[in-house]
């Protein structure tokens, strides 16, 4: 099992930044990729980005490409959301997520499912 843990999140007026860590302990050899999400209140939780632990690819929503960067240091298991230009809409909390299983022919995968460990989430919240 691999433990997940979320920091960074916090308040921020729109326009700043923030950037998001999540440190995996526990069987962290078996990370095959990483993701974070989101869930505003009263709406259903949502894709942000992935990153696959090997190859380093990475795949963005349409709604945060070009302002957020997912990375990765294997070393430190710690998957990083560089969050920029934010907008009041991107308030929401935030989730990491790890699959702890071979891709099928995949690099990772926008759907909730497919991750099998998530933690506990941070709150992000942009003001006007």
């Known amino acids: 099992q691999v433990q997940l843990v979320e920091s960074g999140g916090g308040q921020v007026e729109a326009g700043g930044s923030l950037r998001l860590s999540c440190s995996a302990s526990?069987?962290?050899?078996?990370?095959?990729?990483m993701g974070w999400f989101r869930q505003a209140p009263g709406k259903e939780r949502d894709f942000v980005a992935w990153i696959s632990w090997s190859g380093g690819r990475t795949h963005y929503s349409d709604s945060v490409k070009g302002r957020f960067t997912i990375s990765r240091d294997n070393a430190k298991n710690t998957v990083y959301l560089q969050m920029n230009s934010l907008k009041p809409e991107d308030t929401a909390v935030y989730y990491c997520?790890?699959?702890?299983?071979?891709?099928?022919?995949?690099?990772?995968?926008?759907?909730?499912?497919?991750?099998?460990?998530w933690g506990q989430g941070t709150q992000v919240t942009v003001s006007s």
């Open positions: 997520a790890q699959r702890n299983r071979p891709w099928d022919g995949a690099s990772g995968s926008m759907a909730s499912g497919e991750y099998d460990n």
């Open positions: 526990g069987r962290t050899f078996s990370i095959y990729g």
